[in-house]
């Protein structure tokens, strides 16, 4: 139980355009949504929070206008990097909870290449 | 503010002997504490946690784990390294009432075989 799935896993795009990567909970419903990003060889940055029908919570130094994190349901968010530049090719990795619970449950992460 | 620390970057051990991977908190009152492993381009894997109760506890793969309320401390441990569990491991820490989770820099394990 408690899987979490990414898509796509890993994606490649030109600069200037957008691209959206997924985040399914597909065995139960997240109350909330996390998104990490992730450098080489370095720990997971939080971007944001987010929970179903409300707008996400940026951290701070976070381009909200860039990252547009959308939680439509209460299995499904989507980020979606906005006019996308070289220096936003990395690792995204997302993560759902349970309320009341203490886990965030993992995906598998997308690789994004920006050329 | 909450932080986490992992002192060394790297641990290498032979197989076959025990390994500790250390990490040590700093949050106030009585955080929810995790170790999750990361395999080359893949997410994180849950491993243990430690919520109340029992200092030591015990989690996947054999791995287990000792809070020290004293040391803000919560190292990862197992008795007999294995090849297989060479990856990258987080040390991540919560704080009761908050949704957000804090990680580590990451310590890359390597066992020798």
């Known amino acids: 139980g408690a899987v979490v799935s990414q898509h796509p896993s890993r994606v490649i795009c030109k600069s200037g355009t957008s691209v959206k990567i997924e985040c399914r909970s597909l065995?139960?419903?997240?109350?909330?949504m996390f998104w990490y990003r992730q450098f080489p060889k370095q720990s997971l940055m939080l971007m944001a929070t987010s929970n179903e029908g409300s707008k996400a919570t940026y951290e701070q130094g976070v381009e909200k206008d860039k990252f547009l994190i959308n939680h439509a349901s209460l299995t499904l968010s989507t980020l979606t990097v906005t006019s996308a530049h070289p220096e936003d090719s990395s690792f995204y990795i997302c993560?759902?909870?349970?309320?009341?619970?203490?886990?965030?449950?993992f995906g598998p992460g997308t690789r994004l290449t920006v050329t | 503010a909450q932080s986490v620390a992992q002192p060394e970057d790297q641990v290498n051990v032979a197989e076959g002997n025990p390994l500790t991977v250390k990490c040590t908190y700093s949050v106030s009152g009585n955080p929810y504490l995790f170790w999750y492993v990361q395999y080359p381009n893949r997410g994180l894997q849950f491993l243990l946690k430690y919520i109340t109760g029992d200092n030591l506890v015990k989690g996947s793969y054999g791995f287990e784990a000792e809070f020290n309320k004293s040391q803000t401390s919560f190292h990862l441990k197992k008795p007999s390294a294995l090849v297989s569990d060479s990856a990258l491991y987080f040390c991540?820490?919560?704080?009761?009432?908050?949704?957000?989770?804090?990680f580590g820099k990451g310590t890359r394990l390597h066992i020798l075989p």
């Open positions: 065995d139960f419903q997240a109350t909330t």
């Open positions: 991540a820490v919560r704080r009761r009432g908050d949704d957000k989770i804090i």
């Open positions: 993560s759902a909870s349970i309320i009341d619970t203490y886990e965030q449950y």
